[in-house]
């Protein structure tokens, strides 16, 4: 007699939990919820194989089948998903700790560097029962950087002069200081530093930094910023020092 499998996942309490919610959820929610997870789960993936991806789709066939009956029936009460870990771009770039609530308790976890939107961030045992959380992952952007899949984005003001003659354009980026060479007339309106992005994490490359030039008035000439650095180096109490 052939000896008969285990399923991929016990309960809907497991299925739920490896989606990333911690109930039931409405169907916009719970498909969203699907999508991210096994989006995650690839094992492709940073952080996915193949055991999760086989389990993610079997949790998703145990909850339909579940909640099918229940499609006449009066609305159950939804649950909501589970807490987002949201990091700003710095914590992306670098890692870090942040704070998440998970309903009473506020819980202080350590992120590795290299974290994308999208991504799930996995707690041994945070769940009921001792069964492991994996909480979506959502990079926000600062107003300085945003982060779209493996690259950053920043906007850089320009002289109009600059655009208009060319000339040696100095980048604040958050690595330092960067320079690159515009051709009077010929501009590109956007410019890829290479190697500037998130840095590499699994199967994810390093990704790039992109600059939007954005023509401004009010930016300060190539020979203003060079004035401005020198005077912020070689203050009074420097020289006096």
């Known amino acids: ?90 914590a992306a770039l670098n890692g870090g700790v942040v704070e998440v609530r998970l309903g009473r308790r506020k819980l202080r976890i350590r992120v590795p560097a290299g974290l994308r939107s999208g991504e799930h961030l996995r707690l041994k045992a945070a769940g009921d029962g001792g069964a492991d959380l994996y909480l979506p992952v959502l990079v926000r952007g600062d107003g300085r950087l945003s982060a779209v899949g493996d690259d950053l984005h920043m906007t850089c003001p320009v002289p109009l002069r600059l655009l208009e003659d060319g000339g040696r354009l100095e980048i604040e980026t958050h690595a330092g200081p960067r320079s690159a060479w515009l051709v009077g007339g010929h501009q590109p309106l956007r410019l890829r530093l290479k190697g500037l992005g998130l840095p590499a994490r699994g199967a994810r490359p390093q990704g790039h930094l992109f600059v939007t030039l954005q023509p401004s008035e009010d930016a300060p000439s190539a020979a203003e910023d060079l004035l401005v650095r020198f005077t912020r180096v070689w203050t009074p109490d420097r020289l006096a020092a």
């Open 1 to 90: 007699m052939r000896a008969r499998s285990l399923p991929e996942v016990v309960s809907t309490r497991e299925a739920y939990a490896l989606l990333g919610l911690s109930g039931p959820a409405e169907s916009e929610a719970l498909t969203a919820a699907f999508r991210t997870a096994i989006k995650a789960a690839r094992p492709d993936a940073p952080g996915g194989d193949d055991t999760r991806f086989r389990k993610t789709i079997a949790a998703w066939r145990l909850i339909q089948q579940d909640t099918a009956p229940l499609a006449l029936a009066a609305p159950a009460h939804c649950v909501p998903a589970l807490p987002v870990v949201g990091l700003g771009p710095d």
